[in-house]
């Protein structure tokens, strides 16, 4: 869909966008799988699954496509809880000492996709313990 809105001002038209993006198909170098394992790879370490599920839902890939992607994720890149930690620790580093810095601790995880369960461990100092050992 995406290809098609930015290659349509170039085309003729639309039944030529779309000879065009059939033969790249057909060639296997265009290949909605790897669109979406892309975007994952790329934006893992700094997003969350709820952040990343709704990125790539709004480039509207076939169904399945996203979902396969983030199971992947989830079998490689290790687990959401330590993905947030590592974004929390690049980022702040030190447990919140005021609510008013807890609150834009939380906001920050929050933001970027991280479910309310992983940003309450480590904001509490659970998630330290756990992943040190």
Do not use: C, N
Not at 57 to 82: F, K, M, R, Y
Not at 91 to 101: S, V
Not at 116 to 128: E, S, T, Y
């Amino acid at each position: 869909m995406e290809l098609t809105r930015k290659l349509a001002p170039h085309a003729e038209s639309p039944e030529q966008v779309q000879q065009v993006l059939d033969e790249l198909e057909a060639k296997d170098l265009l290949s909605a799988e790897r669109f979406a394992e892309s975007v994952v790879h790329r934006k893992a370490s700094r997003m969350g699954v709820r952040r990343l599920k709704a990125e790539l839902q709004q480039h509207a890939l076939p169904a399945g496509v996203a979902e396969q992607a983030l199971a992947h994720l989830a079998d490689s890149a290790g687990t959401e809880l330590q993905r947030a930690h590592t974004l929390w620790l690049r980022r702040f580093g030190t447990l919140p000492q005021d609510p008013k810095e807890l609150a834009r601790q939380h906001r920050f995880l929050t933001a970027r996709g991280f479910s309310g369960d992983v940003v309450r461990q480590i904001l509490k100092g659970k998630a330290l313990d756990e992943l040190s050992d």
